[in-house]
Every structure is written in C-alpha cells, then in structure tokens.
C-alpha cells in the first residue's frame, strides 16, 4: 500500500526527488508505446477489423479516461433508478472485478435483487442489485454475452455498460466519461508514467464528459469540445447498520468511530466523514474489492477495541458480516448531485423515444474525415461531425453527413 500511495501521489503531483524523476522518466516511453497500442486497437475497431457487437436495444455506456476512482457506482446507480422511474426494464452489465466467479457469465439479479453473494459477484454489481432489486445484473468478461442474456433470457429493453469505454468489443448509442475534477487527466501521461488508459484526445469518442467530485466549477481544459456537466458526491445524513437497520449521522457525533474502506480513493469518503461532524480517532485504507477474510479482518477488530463504532463504505459494507465485529459498524450511503442534469437526462429521454442517434452511431464507424482520415464525433446540439483534428465541422443534413470540405467549417 506505502508503494501504491507513492507512484500515484508521483504520477499525480509529480516527483519528489531525484529517484522519482528518474523512474518518471523511464515509464514515459512505456506510457507512449501502451498508449499507442490502445490507439491502434481502437482504429482496429472503427475500421472493422475487429468485430464489434451490436445490440438490439439501446446501450449507455458509463467509463472513464484513468485508472482509480471516478466514483462511477454512483453515477450508475443514478442512471438506473432514472430509468426504472420511466418504466423501463433496466440492465447492468459489468465485468464482475472482485469477484470470485469462475463461469463465463453470472445473472446476480434477474429483478428481484442478489442472488448471489456479494465475494462471488463482485461488490460493485452486488450493491447496485441491492439498491436497484427491480434491475437485471449481469457479470461478465465477454460483455457482449451478458448483453444477450439480459436482453433475449430477461427482456432487458435498456442496457449500461458498466466501465465501458475502452469495452469497444460492444457498440453503445450513448458513451459518457467521468472524470475526476480534482485531477482530471493527471500529469496527461499514459500508464504506467500517469494514470490515464489512453491519450487524452481519446475522449473525443465520449458523447458526453461528467466531471465528478466538482465542488465549485467545471475545469475547462478537457481536450473535449463536446457537452461537460458537474456532479458531486453527497453523503447521505443516514447510516446502515450491517442488518438493515437505519440510523442518523447525529446520533454518532459524540461517539468514537473508526472509519475503513477498501476503495481506488478512500481519503476522499474519510474527508466527507469528518467534514459531517463524525469524531474519528482511526482510518484504516485497505487495497480495492478488498476481501474481508482471515487476517483482513484483524485491523478491524484490534482497532475497534478503542471505538463505540466502525463506519465503511456501502461497497464494502455488502461483504462484511456484522457477527464478527465487538462494535456496530455502519455503512453511509453516497448520493449523486448533478449539475444541468437536464442535459444527461434529455439524452437519455432520445434513447427512450428512439431517437436516430444509433443510425449515426454506425455511420461513425465507417466515416472518417476527408482531409486527414481520422476519426469523427458526432454533435447532438449540432447536428454535424466534427474532426478534432482538423477542426472540421461537416453538416448533417436530412441525417445523411455531407462529407466535403467545401461544406465544413472551422470551430
């Protein structure tokens, strides 16, 4: 843990001293080769040398540009109970990364909430079945299949691709990115010199850009001429116990806890503890989908033996048992606040009316610019392609793209 709280404290603030500069230095080249390759893989792709499966409902895709915690899930679960509220049978399909399955496929909800535990499924999918009980939850590697399944087998009629945007083995009719507002691209270095999972410009194929954790304003230096709207993570002023049961923030503040959690960034959800007034006399940081087994459990249980409580996180509560605690240990639930939501939302509301969003989608993975033949980006608000490249914009007219150059203009 000291090692990984080092390389991305350097990747993210830079080096420190002159070893940190020097091994800086030496993952750069790596960087370029690995983003390069991911480059080539999305150009495989777009072209069609790679199969790319396409399916028959509509699929928004929710991602990210680097490595660590967007703070995806709550945005995830947002989207769900959004489109459960529209009447829809709504899917998740995830990788399942955490968990323990051994098939090529699990259905960890088929709409009545988990069937499976939380270790086997992964605790991401599990926690949005508990949560969302109405939704399907499909894990698995090959998402393509788990699309099929909640589709053909559970009459899915909307499909998010959990953590999909480099998942270009699926087409999706809506691609949105989350992206840090603390440090939106890091130091801009591709891994393992930074924390990015391609070059930056790779967010020209997102329709639309979500920064999270943005307290004030949106930074505005995102290589992304498309729509960026802000979110923060709220925690709620009620705690779960490990059985259900419910409790106020404020009946904890004049009490001792220990705060832990296994996530990508937990001094963010330590912080919004004590900002809540919560006394904490410990915090413990366990490595991501930590499994809570064993000698896992030891820290815990020495620690709180100086605390009237344990508080966590809702994707680690899903894997404890409350049995093997001296303590209660509670879980606080976070909340997703959304600035111009309506613009999220209307893009949902065209996928629901069926919009021709998907014929251009397609169009998109055969077109390339005329001038440079790179790759284009479709602009809802528009109507026209765009070349980041070039900074072309080619009308779309009658939705037939008029790819000439006399017809473009520079943006």
């Known amino acids: 843990m000291i090692w990984v709280g080092r390389y991305r404290r350097m990747v993210l603030s830079g080096p420190e001293d002159l070893f940190e500069r020097i091994l800086l230095w030496g993952l750069y080249p790596l960087g370029l080769i690995y983003g390069f390759v991911n480059r080539c893989r999305t150009w495989m792709y777009r072209s069609g040398f790679k199969a790319s499966y396409r399916a028959t409902v509509p699929v928004v895709s929710v991602g990210n540009l680097a490595v660590g915690g967007t703070g995806k899930t709550p945005v995830v679960d947002y989207l769900v109970k959004r489109l459960l509220a529209c009447g829809l049978k709504v899917a998740v399909v995830s990788r399942g990364y955490g968990g323990t399955l051994k098939a090529p496929l699990g259905v960890v909800s088929a709409g009545q909430g988990p069937q499976m535990a939380a270790e086997v499924s992964g605790d991401e999918p599990f926690l949005l079945a508990q949560r969302n009980p109405q939704a399907i939850v499909v894990v698995s590697p090959r998402r393509a299949d788990g699309i099929r399944v909640a589709v053909d087998r559970h009459g899915a009629q909307i499909v998010i691709l959990d953590d999909g945007f480099q ?50 304003r949106c930074p505005g230096d995102l290589p992304f001429s498309g729509p960026v709207i802000c979110s923060r993570h709220v925690l709620e002023n009620t705690a779960l116990s490990l059985d259900g049961s419910k ?52 820290p815990l249980i020495d620690a709180a033996g100086d605390a009237d409580y344990l508080v966590t996180t809702e994707k680690d509560g899903v894997k404890l048992d409350p049995s093997r605690f001296p303590v209660p240990c509670y879980q606080v639930p976070l909340r997703l606040d959304i600035d111009q939501q309506d ?39 528009g109507n026209r392609l765009l070349c980041e490249a070039c900074r072309l914009a080619y009308p779309v007219r009658d939705e037939i793209p008029v790819m000439l150059i006399d017809e473009a203009k520079g943006f």
């Open 167 to 216: 998942h270009l083995a699926v087409q999706r009719d809506l691609d949105i990115v989350l992206v840090d507002a603390r440090s939106p691209l890091g130091n801009g270095r591709v891994l393992p010199a930074g924390i990015l999972r391609e070059f930056p410009r790779s967010l020209n194929r997102a329709d639309l850009v979500i920064f999270t954790r943005s307290e004030e």
């Open 343 to 381: 613009i999220l939302l209307a893009k949902l509301q065209r996928l629901i009316d069926g919009d021709s969003m998907t014929l251009k989608k397609e169009l998109l993975d055969i077109l390339a610019c005329p001038q440079c033949k790179g790759e284009l980006r479709y602009e809802e608000e």
């Open 247 to 298: 409790v106020s923030l404020d009946t904890l503040l004049e009490k001792r806890g220990v705060a832990f959690a296994g996530i990508a960034d937990p001094g963010n959800f330590f912080s919004g503890l004590r900002q809540a007034g919560l006394q904490l006399i410990k915090t413990l940081e366990f490595p991501d989908h930590m499994d809570y087994d064993g000698e896992g459990l030891k």
